[in-house]
């Protein structure tokens, strides 16, 4: 069994940053991809980028590609993601998620799920 907990969502401008923080435990840090997803109302869950911790290799969605980026402290077992020019439209419920795939986008494939962080961007 594999716990997930998100931290840091919260209220910010159009063109500002926030990081959240996705603690991971009861597992191996090695034996899962992380990553995070996120959805809107009325919309479907949107992959946003993951993290394979044993090659290092990022994915990202392509709508975040070049403002968001994801990290990991192996030691805290603790996976980021540093969203920079933040935009309206990334207003959304965020996801942090593990996964034995390599890399996937699909939210089927992801096993184990956090209970999801707010951020609102406001105009």
């Known amino acids: 069994q594999v716990q997930m907990e998100e931290s840091g969502g919260g209220l910010v401008q159009a063109g500002g940053s926030l990081r959240l923080s996705c603690a991971a435990s009861?597992?191996?840090?090695?034996?899962?991809?992380v990553g995070w997803f996120r959805q809107a109302p009325g919309k479907e869950r949107e992959f946003v980028g993951s993290i394979n911790p044993r090659t290092g290799n990022t994915y990202y969605g392509d709508s975040v590609k070049g403002r968001f980026t994801i990290s990991e402290d192996t030691a805290k077992e603790t996976i980021y993601l540093q969203m920079n020019s933040l935009k309206p439209e990334d207003t959304a419920v965020y996801y942090c998620?593990?996964?034995?795939?390599?890399?996937?986008?699909?939210?089927?494939?992801?096993?184990?799920w956090g209970q999801g962080t707010q951020v609102t961007v406001s105009s």
């Open positions: 998620a593990a996964t034995t795939y390599s890399y996937s986008y699909r939210p089927d494939d992801w096993v184990y």
């Open positions: 009861g597992r191996s840090f090695g034996t899962y991809s």
